[in-house]
C-alpha cells in the first residue's frame, strides 16, 4: 500500500498553513468580488479571473489542491454555458487539477481504493457504463446539442466514480480534519456573504430575505441544500473537535445554517427537515425492522396519496382557489411536470422505460401543454421521477441502491455511538426527502455540483475515522466502506 511522503501532493506539512491563508484570502476577494458585481454591474471576465485565482495557487503549491477543490464548491459560477444545457463550473476545473496532482505524483492505489469503498466504486461504474448504453440508444433521437450534453452529464457521473477513488485514498487521513475545518469556515462566510448580499441590496424584513441565493449558482434552494450538508458536517464537528473555540464555532455555523435555510424559503429541504425529524426518532429504537418499517410506510404514504381522493386535496392545497392569483405557481408548475412524467411512464415504450431517455436529456422531454405546447423544462423537480425518465428502470433501481448503501452504513455506524454519522444521517434523510420536490442529487445546471459536495464529505466523515474520536468502536456486519 502507497502512503503519502511528506512532499506529497496530497499530504501538505502538518503546520503549514501560510499557503491555505492566501487561498482563503482569495476565495473571499472572489467572493466580494460577486457582490460587488451582482450590486452594480455585470463583470464578467473580472469575475472569472477571480475564480481563476485561487487555482492557480495549485501550480506553485500543489499541497493546496485538495482545499482549493472545496473552496471552488462555494464560487460554482459558470465558467462556461449554453443555455439551460451545457454548463462547465468551477468545481470541475478543479476536479481535473486534482486528478492530475494525483496521478502526476503516481499516489492512486486502486487496491486501497476497493478495500474501503468496493460497493460505491462499482455501482457507480455500472451506473456509467449503462448510462453510456443508453446514450447510444437515444443518439438519433436528440438534436448535437442534446448528445454533448448528455455526454458532458455521463462525463459528471464519472467525475463521481474517479472521485470516490481519489477519496479513498490513504493519504487522506492525515488531512481529515482540516479539510473539515476550512469547509466549516468556507460554510461561514457563504452565510455571510448570502446575507450581506440581501442587506446591501435594501433587505430590511424577513420577507425580504426569501429567496437568499449567495454564490451556489442562480437558486435559492441550491444555497439552502448546501446550508443543509454544511449543518451536519458543523454538528459533527462539534461533537469530535477538542477545543472550546473549534466547538463553538462549528455549533454557530450549525445554528447560522438552519437560519439560512429558513432565510432562503427553500421550502423542499424545509419539509425535508419537517419528516426527517420523526424518522430519525423511529430509528433510533432497536428493533431489527426499523429501515424496512420507515422505507414501506413511506411508499404506503406516496401510494395513498397518488391513488385515492387525498391527491384531490393535496392538488388543491398547493394551487389555491380556482383564482390565479392565489395559485402558488412554483407548486403548480410542479404538479403540471409530475402529470407529464406520469404519462410518460404510461405510454413511453417498454424499452424507452427501461433505459430512459439518457442521462442529461430531461430537456429533450417535451410537453403538451405546460405553458405552451412543445415547451420544456430542464428537470422532473422530483429526484425519483427525473432518475426514473433519464436513466430508465434499471438506472433507478442502481441509484436506488446506492443511497440505500449510504443509509446503510450511516445507520450501522451511528449504532455504535457515532455522534457524525447521526448528524449525516439526518441530513441524508433531509436531503433525499426534499428531493420529492427538487432535483437535490441530479446533474441538473442549478443542482449539478451537490451531490459532488455530498460524496466528498461521506468519505472524508466516514472512509476514516477521526484521529482523535471518541469511540473506536469497529462493525462487524456486511461490509459498509469504513
Given at each position: 500500500m502507497i502512503i503519502g511522503s511528506k512532499d506529497s501532493v496530497v499530504t501538505p506539512p502538518k503546520n503549514d498553513f501560510h499557503g491555505l491563508?492566501?487561498?482563503?484570502?482569495?476565495?473571499?476577494?472572489?467572493?466580494?468580488?460577486?457582490?460587488?458585481?451582482?450590486?452594480?454591474?455585470?463583470?464578467?471576465?473580472?469575475?472569472?479571473?477571480?475564480?481563476?485565482?485561487?487555482?492557480?495557487?495549485?501550480?506553485?503549491?500543489?499541497?493546496?489542491?485538495?482545499?482549493?477543490?472545496?473552496?471552488s464548491f462555494f464560487i460554482m459560477q459558470r465558467v462556461f454555458s449554453k443555455g439551460w444545457m451545457l454548463v462547465v463550473y468551477a468545481t470541475d476545473i478543479m476536479f481535473v487539477l486534482m486528478f492530475f496532482a494525483f496521478i502526476s505524483c503516481n499516489k492512486i492505489d486502486i487496491k486501497a481504493a476497493f478495500e474501503k469503498q468496493r460497493f460505491l466504486i462499482t455501482s457507480l461504474t455500472v451506473f456509467v457504463l449503462w448510462a453510456v448504453f443508453g446514450y447510444f440508444v437515444n443518439f438519433y433521437n436528440h438534436t448535437g446539442l442534446e448528445n454533448v450534453t448528455s455526454l458532458f452529464f455521463i462525463f459528471n457521473f464519472i467525475e463521481m466514480t474517479v472521485m470516490v477513488i481519489l477519496l479513498s485514498q490513504p493519504q487522506w487521513k492525515k488531512l481529515r480534519d482540516n479539510l473539515i475545518r476550512f469547509y466549516l469556515i468556507c460554510s461561514f462566510c457563504e452565510i455571510i456573504v448570502a446575507i450581506s448580499m440581501k442587506i446591501l441590496a435594501g433587505a430590511r424584513t424577513f420577507a425580504d430575505f426569501y429567496k437568499l441565493t449567495g454564490t451556489l449558482g442562480s437558486h435559492h434552494a441550491m444555497l439552502g441544500n448546501v446550508m443543509v450538508l454544511s449543518f451536519g458536517v458543523a454538528s459533527g464537528a462539534f461533537f469530535e473537535l477538542r477545543?472550546?473555540?473549534?466547538?463553538?464555532?462549528?455549533?454557530?455555523?450549525?445554528?447560522?445554517?438552519?437560519?439560512?435555510?429558513?432565510?432562503?424559503?427553500?421550502?423542499?429541504?424545509?419539509?425535508?427537515?419537517?419528516?426527517?425529524?420523526?424518522?430519525?426518532?423511529?430509528?433510533?429504537?432497536?428493533?431489527?425492522?426499523?429501515?424496512?418499517?420507515?422505507?414501506?410506510?413511506?411508499?404506503?404514504?406516496?401510494?395513498?396519496?397518488?391513488?385515492?381522493?387525498?391527491?384531490?386535496?393535496?392538488?388543491?392545497?398547493?394551487?389555491?382557489?380556482?383564482?390565479?392569483?392565489?395559485?402558488?405557481?412554483?407548486?403548480?408548475?410542479?404538479?403540471?411536470?409530475?402529470?407529464?412524467?406520469?404519462?410518460?411512464?404510461?405510454?413511453?415504450?417498454w424499452l424507452q422505460k427501461i433505459v430512459g431517455i439518457g442521462v442529461g436529456a430531461f430537456t429533450s422531454l417535451k410537453f403538451n401543454y405546460f405553458l405552451e405546447v412543445g415547451t420544456f423544462t430542464t428537470g422532473a423537480h422530483n429526484n425519483f421521477l427525473h432518475v426514473f425518465v433519464e436513466a430508465g428502470i434499471v438506472g433507478f433501481i442502481i441509484i436506488a441502491t446506492v443511497f440505500a448503501y449510504i443509509i446503510r452504513t450511516l445507520f450501522l455506524k451511528s449504532r455504535s455511538n457515532d455522534n457524525a454519522a447521526k448528524c449525516f444521517l439526518f441530513c441524508t434523510l433531509v436531503l433525499l426527502f426534499s428531493g420529492l420536490t427538487q432535483e437535490t442529487f441530479w446533474f441538473n445546471p442549478v443542482f449539478g455540483r451537490f451531490w459532488m459536495q455530498y460524496v466528498f464529505f461521506y468519505l472524508m466523515i466516514f472512509?476514516?475515522?477521526?484521529?482523535?474520536?471518541?469511540?473506536?468502536?469497529?462493525?462487524?456486519?456486511?461490509?459498509?466502506?469504513?
Open positions: 491563508v492566501i487561498c482563503q484570502i482569495l476565495g473571499l476577494a472572489a467572493l466580494a468580488l460577486i457582490l460587488y458585481s451582482v450590486l452594480g454591474g455585470n463583470y464578467r471576465l473580472l469575475k472569472y479571473a477571480a475564480f481563476s485565482a485561487p487555482m492557480l495557487l495549485v501550480i506553485p503549491k500543489p499541497n493546496l489542491t485538495p482545499y482549493i477543490f472545496i473552496l477545543g472550546k473555540r473549534e466547538r463553538y464555532f462549528s455549533l454557530l455555523v450549525a445554528v447560522l445554517s438552519i437560519a439560512t435555510i429558513l432565510l432562503s424559503g427553500t421550502r423542499s429541504a424545509i419539509m425535508g427537515m419537517l419528516l426527517a425529524v420523526p424518522v430519525m426518532i423511529l430509528l433510533q429504537f432497536r428493533a431489527k425492522w426499523s429501515i424496512p418499517i420507515v422505507i414501506l410506510s413511506a411508499l404506503a404514504v406516496f401510494a395513498v396519496v397518488g391513488v385515492s381522493a387525498i391527491k384531490g386535496i393535496v392538488i388543491q392545497t398547493m394551487v389555491g382557489s380556482v383564482s390565479a392569483g392565489s395559485a402558488d405557481m412554483s407548486a403548480y408548475g410542479r404538479l403540471l411536470i409530475w402529470e407529464r412524467v406520469y404519462e410518460y411512464a404510461l405510454y413511453a415504450p472512509t476514516f475515522q477521526a484521529e482523535n474520536a471518541t469511540t473506536t468502536a469497529t462493525l462487524t456486519s456486511a461490509p459498509i466502506g469504513s
